[in-house]
């Protein structure tokens, strides 16, 4: 046996007794609720970039805005990811919260003209979560912070959702961050 043929059958047989099964047919794959920021992708890579990036928390029962320094102004879909990912370390010491996790699940969002339109899903029956006011203020919150963005609508399945207000009234209509002033420091 030459010694390639012994190189190219030691490399087939290791391969080979990786130790991963292989299944007879192809198996379905639900598609977790998401999106799932990782720390790669949810916080900025560094402390003291040029340009603020806004993002909207809960403190105190109320919606408080933080500043992240990064190089470049993240898309809607990527600051939304950042929003979804929840504070750093240091903000929750600051104490900053979310209440998203459980509440709403964001499908994904673009821009028409000055409005961000956010498509969602519905979280799960049992999560124990009462407070989507906060949770789709803090996307208002958020996304109205950008210079290219001034109110936000919300999508289910195609369809426009009724979302609550900070009075307790829900609204279909696209909403600003006036929507949500009584829940911002200061009212």
Do not use: W
């Not at 961000?116 to 949770?135: I, L, M, Q």
């Not at 208002?140 to 609508?153: E, F, G, I, P, Y």
């Amino acid at each position: 046996m030459s010694r390639r043929s012994a190189g190219l059958l030691l490399a087939v047989l290791a391969l080979g007794g990786c130790g991963v099964p292989v299944d007879d047919a192809p198996r379905p794959v639900a598609q977790p609720p998401g999106p799932f920021p990782t720390p790669a992708t949810a916080s900025p890579t560094t402390a003291s970039g040029r340009v603020e990036e806004t993002l909207c928390f809960v403190r105190d029962d109320k919606l408080g805005r933080t500043v992240r320094r990064v190089d470049v102004l993240p898309s809607v879909e990527v600051q939304l990811q950042h929003l979804l990912a929840g504070p750093t370390e240091k903000e929750r010491q600051a104490g900053l919260t979310s209440a998203l996790p459980g509440t709403v699940v964001v499908a994904g969002a673009r821009v028409n003209g000055a409005l961000a339109e956010v498509d969602v899903r519905a979280a799960g029956e049992e999560t124990g979560r009462s407070d989507e006011v906060f949770a789709f203020g803090q996307i208002v919150c958020t996304l109205t912070a950008r210079d290219d963005v001034d109110r936000v609508s919300f999508r289910r399945d195609g369809r426009p959702l009724d979302v609550p207000r900070a009075d307790g009234s829900f609204s279909r209509d696209p909403l600003t961050v006036a929507d949500y002033a009584p829940l911002m420091p200061g009212r």
